[in-house]
């Protein structure tokens, strides 16, 4: 709820459930954490490493996720609506059934991302690189 956690060691934190809405976590370390079901809505994880982080669930929406880095990330049913993913890397990552409406994910790295089932619906995809993802 609008705290300051900027660049923050929160690697491998169980933060399952928890209200980080519009915290700032610019930088912040959150490799491996658990952030279940969390509400990040409109949270700041610009240069964030949310590498292996698991944001199954998690309302992501209105997010800067600006070079964030998210690769092998969890983010299945994920709500991304509006979310900023400009030059983040999502290589690996889990988008299954997420929701990416109206998503600015311009120069993202979604190699070998699962996008089964993901809403891209007003999603900007403009220079992202989708090399064996899967869109089926």
Do not use: F, P, S, V
Not at 60 to 89: C, Q
Not at 95 to 124: I, M, P, Q, S
Request: hydrophobic share 40%.
């Amino acid at each position: 709820t609008g705290a300051n956690l900027t660049n923050a060691d929160l690697e491998e934190a169980d933060l399952k459930g928890a209200n980080l809405a519009g915290a700032d976590l610019t930088k912040a370390d959150l490799e491996g954490a658990n952030l279940e079901e969390a509400n990040l809505t409109g949270a700041n994880l610009a240069g964030a490493d949310l590498r292996a982080a698991n944001l199954k669930g998690a309302n992501l929406e209105g997010i800067n996720l600006t070079k964030a880095d998210l690769e092998e990330a969890n983010l299945k049913r994920a709500n991304l609506k509006g979310a900023d993913l400009t030059n983040a890397d999502l290589e690996g990552a889990n988008l299954e059934e997420a929701n990416l409406t109206d998503a600015n994910l311009k120069g993202a790295d979604l190699e070998e991302a699962n996008l089964k089932g993901a809403n891209l619906k007003g999603a900007d995809l403009k220079g992202a690189d989708l090399t064996n993802a899967d869109l089926d």
